[in-house]
Nanobody
Framework: QVQLVESGGGLVQPGGSLRLSCAAS????????ISWFRHAPGMERVGVSC????????YYTDSVKGRFTISSDSARSTVYLQMNDLKPEDTAAYYC?????????????????????????WGQGTQVTVSS
């Protein structure tokens, strides 16, 4: 059974950093792509970043490029989202999702996140609040 558990959220001042973790069980990261999404109150859930297990490529939505970094540690079965230079508009509940690599593009793309949003397995989320 695919299970995902997010952690690492919290309250941080603008300009600060957080590292989110997505701990996976029931499958190996080598066989699944992972995406991070966020959901702010009154807004739609949106894709933030994804990583491909096929070629290790990564994809970021424009608003986080240069500030967020996604990485995968297969030995720990954990995917991380390092978030630097956080802004108030980054405030949201953050979720990770997983989908079998066979259903995803080889390279990490916006389409990868779209597929995972529709069909992937989800964690319970972790709250990130950026405020002074």
């Amino acid at each position: 059974q695919v299970q995902l558990v997010e952690s690492g959220g919290g309250l941080v001042q603008p300009g600060g950093s957080l590292r989110l973790s997505c701990a996976a069980s029931g499958f190996t990261l080598d066989s699944y792509g992972i995406s991070w999404f966020r959901h702010a109150p009154g807004m739609e859930r949106v894709g933030v970043s994804c990583i491909s297990s096929s070629d290790g490529s990564t994809y970021y939505t424009d608003s986080v490029k240069g500030r967020f970094t996604i990485s995968s540690d297969s030995a720990r079965s954990t995917v991380y989202l390092q978030m630097n230079d956080l802004k108030p508009e980054d405030t949201a509940a953050y979720y990770c999702a997983a989908e079998e690599v066979s259903t995803l593009p080889r390279r990490a793309t916006a389409q990868s996140m779209h597929i995972m949003m529709r069909f992937g397995a989800w964690g319970q989320g972790t709250q990130v609040t950026v405020s002074s």
